[in-house]
């Protein structure tokens, strides 16, 4: 007998694997791998998640309506153009598979998201990775790589894992240069840790056109990476695709509560912006201060890049910092062998990853 085979291109894609959590005999570990928010989800949306516990024979509003009108007054945005997924990944997922098949083109970063040629490949597209400058994504490059079978482009701003960022400008730039059959997808995960002059989250170029969408979500400040929960605001023939191909019930009633009382707690989100800015600049500060390169970081994360050899490279690090309880994450499959990427923590956690690097760069 011979299994089932599945579409060609399937066995091509190298699954995403999620940051890890255990170090074998080690009782407490300290987890700075998946860029998950320090002081954790607000005690607000965590009472609003047990609430939801006896009714969970019930299905949730397969609309998000109430969600969707408090993410619109909180951006001042418009909640017919926004639809929430499960997680931004989902809607990711969704949009490749709604704009692109066999013989298209989606066009990343070098150091982009590993969902996106993952999105790409399970559509049957191709996925086209373009140099970066610095770290950054460049606009003149990623104009360079459009062709006529260019679907979609992914821009994550600011970018996980290098911690860079686009500035408005250069934003809008990229759009301006775009054929109008181009979707651009701006995946702006990381925006509300950033505050900066010239940094836009992409919602103005949503509103001129309609080949633009912001996709957000609510695992990182607001830390409900468990409950999966993200948004997008799109032009509306964007918003009515997503709508008639999601899942009818794809986000669970304890989700969205958590997600309204989250997005209520304007003051512990500003406690965890606070945490982070303070930890995130110390520890590249400390860092660096022991010889290793630290580019500048805007997210909730830090890239360490290491020597590639004398026995004190990225996997010598990672392996000398699991055996001190610490787990950061590797960055081989990003293109970025030299590297580890470290999510910000609690102050102890910050102090406990330095002192460990110390020892190991002695």
């Not at 969970?56 to 153009?81: I, K, V």
């Amino acid at each position: 007998m011979t299994a089932p085979v599945p579409r060609p291109g399937i066995m091509d894609i190298t699954p995403y694997v999620g940051g890890e959590s255990v170090v074998p005999g080690v009782q407490r570990v300290i987890k700075l791998a998946s860029n998950e928010s320090a002081l954790g989800p607000s005690p607000l949306a965590v009472e609003a998640y047990r609430r939801l516990a006896s009714d969970l024979h019930r299905y949730p509003d397969g609309a998000c309506t109430e969600l969707r009108h408090a993410l619109a007054a909180h951006h001042g945005l418009d909640a017919a153009r926004m639809v929430c997924g499960a997680g931004s990944d989902e809607i990711i997922g969704l949009l490749a598979r709604a704009y692109t098949g066999p013989g298209d083109e989606v066009l990343y970063t070098r150091h982009g998201f590993l969902m996106y040629p993952i999105a790409a490949r399970t559509a049957g597209a191709t996925p086209v990775a373009a140099p970066e400058t610095d770290l950054t994504a460049d606009v003149d490059q990623l104009l360079a790589h459009v062709t006529e079978r260019t679907r979609i482009l992914f821009l994550a701003n600011p970018n996980n894992p290098t911690g860079t960022y686009l500035p408005r400008a250069e934003l809008d730039r990229l759009r301006a240069g775009l054929p109008d059959q181009v979707l651009m997808v701006i995946d702006a995960a990381y925006a509300e840790f950033i505050d900066r002059d010239d940094y836009a989250p992409g919602t103005h170029l949503v509103d001129a056109g309609d080949n633009v969408v912001m996709t957000r979500t609510f695992s990182k400040i607001y830390a409900l990476g468990g409950a999966r929960l993200g948004w997008a605001y799109c032009p509306p023939v964007i918003a009515d695709v997503l709508n008639r191909v999601r899942n009818p019930f794809n986000v669970s009633a304890p989700a969205q509560a958590a997600g309204l009382a989250a997005l209520s707690d304007t003051a512990f989100t500003e406690q965890s912006r606070a945490h982070n800015d303070t930890w995130l600049a110390w520890t590249i500060e400390q860092v660096r201060e022991l010889g290793l390169e630290v580019p500048p970081s805007v997210g909730n994360f830090l890239l360490v890049r290491f020597p590639a050899n004398g026995g004190r490279d990225a996997g010598a690090a990672d392996e000398f910092l699991k055996s001190r309880g610490i787990i950061a994450r590797r960055m081989g499959g990003y293109g970025l062998p030299d590297a580890l990427r470290v999510t910000v923590g609690l102050e102890d956690e910050m102090r406990a990853f330095v002192e460990a690097v110390r020892e190991f760069t002695a």
